[in-house]
T-cell receptor, first 111, second 110 residues
């Protein structure tokens, strides 16, 4: 089983739709979780961290389920500008910080 | 934006030649990383550093070496470039538990 697995996508949704991405991780000792956004031919940029209690930033909600070892990202009222690749990332923590990424899910929001 | 720059941004090189990519940070962060990104594989860790002269391998380290002689610079070397090393290379620094990326280097090995 890969360390981090994501919905392969691609996702094509109309403007205004709600879309959800899931990501599973294999190491139960993982400590930190993140969602990154990557625009075409650009570097990944942190979208939001994911906390055990869940967290929300405007139209974006991230959740963590430690028991089932997955994280999710919900985008409500999607905009054309949300079109990008979304990558989940997991940090195993411990003495050395290493971020392991999922392969990413391409989202296209259509007018 | 995090102070992290990569050079060169684009490079075309011939098979068998050595290539060095540079990552420079102005944030004084301890942890630095080199990833490669390829279609169908996502971001894969090549090597990382947790301090000056302290480095370790990632999941795809074969054919690559790194050096970190000072906090601000992390160098990635392809000793003898192969076509399979054609990729986009990203350097990252870890600020707290969050990673910040450089703009990437597009390397083509012909």
């Amino acid at each position: 089983r890969k360390e981090v697995e994501q919905d392969p996508g691609p996702f094509n949704v109309p403007e205004g739709a709600t879309v959800a991405f899931n990501c599973t991780y294999s190491n139960s000792a993982s400590q930190s979780f993140f969602w990154y956004r990557q625009d075409c031919r650009k570097e990944p940029k942190l979208l939001m961290s994911v906390y055990s209690s869940g967290n929300e930033d405007g139209r974006f909600t991230a959740q963590l389920n430690r028991a089932s070892q997955y994280i999710s990202l919900l985008i409500r009222d999607s905009k054309l500008s949300d079109s990008a690749t979304y990558l989940c990332a997991v940090n195993k923590g411990g003495s050395n910080y290493k971020l392991t990424f999922g392969k990413g899910t391409l989202l296209t929001v259509n007018p | 934006d995090a102070g992290i720059t990569q050079s060169p941004r684009h490079k075309v090189t011939e098979t068998g030649t050595p290539v060095t990519l540079r990552c420079h940070q102005t944030e004084n962060h301890r942890y630095m990383y080199w990833y490669r990104q390829d279609p169908g594989h996502g971001l894969r860790l090549i090597h990382y550093s947790y301090g000056v002269k302290d480095t370790d391998k990632g999941e795809v380290s074969d054919g690559y070496s790194v050096s970190r002689s000072k906090t601000e610079d992390f160098l990635l070397t392809l000793e003898s470039a192969t076509s399979s090393q054609t990729s986009v290379y990203f350097c990252a620094i870890m600020g707290g538990t969050e990673a910040f990326f450089g703009q990437g280097t597009r390397l083509t090995v012909v």
